[in-house]
């Protein structure tokens, strides 16, 4: 039986028992949390899973889904449960290469702040947004983007009907509009103001390799990592160097690689982060697997 650990980009909903579990198992958070603030000089240390200032934020999402999943996946080698392989979910490729060894925590940290801020740079002056639309496929999205000429394109695919979209705000809500006309189940304009996974970001790429060859030192990874935008493994620091700048502006396709670790022999998929929506999103995709959020957890380590 193989064991793939998964990690989530943001945290939209929270199971409600996430640090009391880490807590129970001596995880790391609280150190991270501090650790987090130092590097940042934003108060991580009054996180909860109440205080919304860290989950309407865009940054201070990503940074503390990122706390949680490295202390979870820290938690789990510690106690003797190791991954074969590693996914991670857009910017869940941090956590994915801080499990794998491939970085340090702060790096990641690093990492995190700068592609904010160098993405933000680049779309300066551009409204961007992102949105979800849940029945339709991928060919009905894309003749409306190419029908009305849309500034917007697939960022991810979930599963065969599920997926996210992202460009110009005004293109996202008109294609968002159009995909319930032609029968979408649901549309959604989600709470990220990036538009991350387009080519509005292909911008970054010279000055995010830059900063990570003169600021964060890569190193080969102990577990092989899943490339999200075109299944490859990712194993090198030059690799890795690929992977972490072209995530900003590669469309991914999480079926797809969902598919491949199937495919390898992942029989278990283990959510490292909070709440559980990897698992929800994995419900539409077909195959002979378990997925365990972090709730379900403590079976695997009893």
């Not at 910017?91 to 925590?105: K, N, P, Q, V």
Request: with cysteine; glycine share 6%; proline share 3%.
């Amino acid at each position: 039986m193989k064991t793939a650990f998964i990690f989530p980009a943001f945290i939209s909903e929270y199971i409600g028992s996430e640090i009391q579990i880490l807590d129970a198992f001596s995880s790391n958070f609280q150190h991270y949390l501090h650790e987090t603030s130092k590097i940042t000089g934003d108060d991580f240390e009054e996180f909860s899973l109440e205080n919304t200032a860290f989950t309407e934020n865009e940054l201070r999402s990503q940074l503390i889904s990122y706390v949680f999943s490295c202390s979870l996946s820290d938690t789990l080698i510690t106690h003797g449960l190791k991954p074969d392989i590693l996914a991670g979910y857009s910017m869940g490729l941090y956590a994915a290469l801080h499990t794998g060894g491939a970085i340090d925590f702060e790096d990641g940290i690093k990492l995190i702040k700068q592609a904010y801020i160098i993405s933000k740079s680049t779309i300066a002056g551009i409204e961007s947004g992102m949105g979800s639309i849940i029945g339709l496929t991928q060919d009905e999205i894309e003749e409306i983007i190419a029908t009305y000429k849309l500034e917007a394109e697939i960022a991810n695919t979930n599963s065969v009907h599920s997926h996210l979209v992202t460009g110009r705000l005004d293109a996202v809500n008109h294609l968002l509009n159009n995909a319930i006309e032609i029968g979408a189940l649901s549309v959604a304009l989600l709470n990220v103001k990036t538009p991350y996974h387009s080519k509005l970001l292909k911008g970054t790429l010279a000055e995010f390799q830059q900063f990570i060859s003169d600021e964060v030192p890569l190193k080969k990874t102990n577990y092989p990592i899943i490339s999200s935008i075109n299944q490859r493994l990712v194993k090198t620091p030059d690799d890795i160097k690929t992977e972490i700048t072209n995530n900003l502006f590669g469309n991914i396709n999480w079926m797809h690689s969902f598919e491949k670790l199937v495919n390898v022999g992942v029989t278990q998929f283990i959510e490292c982060g909070a709440g559980k929506s990897l698992q929800k999103i994995s419900r539409f995709i077909p195959g002979d697997f378990k997925i365990y959020p972090m709730s379900k957890i403590k079976r695997l380590l009893t």
